[in-house]
């Protein structure tokens, strides 16, 4: 058996020192994307209202006491790798210092309601759904629950939601995901 001279045994140290940093480097790159699938939803605040999306709907001032308003949104919605955009409705009325805010998507179907003022009432069309102003379904209604409200806020004088989508047919509101 020969020895190993010391050249040799520099050129075995540095391999193997280079082959730890490359595989680190490699583990560390792959380590990111995976903790974040693994843990990054579980690690943001729900109830903190950092990372809610609010979106404007204007002015305080804007709105008329007891009579509904519809304002249009355009929410980005992202799907993996597709980014596109849709266009929504929201129905806002002002009560005293406070608001009723909800989509303007009926819970049976998914249909659009209207605001009927010589019936004082939101109407589907698709099924002849209706609802107070405050949102609660009518007698007769097709829906199995009201209008689906919408978390609201005021800030800076601008009235604010979050807006969602929620699950049709269902007789509780619950987040569509």
């Keep these: 058996m020969s020895e190993l001279s010391e050249v040799d045994k520099t050129k075995r140290l540095f391999m193997g020192l280079g082959s730890i940093v490359i595989g680190a480097g490699i583990g560390g790159a792959l380590a990111y994307p995976i903790f974040q699938f693994a ?4 690690l943001k605040t729900g109830e ?4 809610k999306n609010w ?7 804007d ?3 007891g009579k509904p308003t519809a304002k249009k949104i355009t929410i980005e919605i992202r799907d993996g790798w597709v980014k596109s955009s849709s266009d929504e409705t929201i129905w806002v ?9 909800f989509t303007a998507t009926c819970p049976h179907l998914g249909c659009k309601v209207n605001w009927i003022p010589e019936r004082n ?10 609802f107070d102003v405050s949102g609660e379904k009518k007698p007769g209604s097709a829906s199995a629950r009201g209008l689906d409200a919408l978390e609201h806020r005021v800030a800076d004088g601008k009235l604010q939601v979050v807006f969602q989508k929620f699950k049709n047919l269902l007789p509780t509101k619950e987040v569509f995901s």
Aim: charge should be negative; include cysteine; proline fraction near 3%.
């Design 39 to 42: 843990v990054g939803n579980a």
């Design 121 to 130: 009432e939101y109407f589907c069309p698709c099924h002849n759904s209706a």
């Design 63 to 65: 709105f008329e006491e």
């Design 48 to 51: 903190g209202g950092e990372d």
């Design 93 to 101: 009325v002002k009560r005293g210092n406070d608001f009723l805010t």
């Design 55 to 61: 979106i404007d709907l204007g002015s305080v001032a």
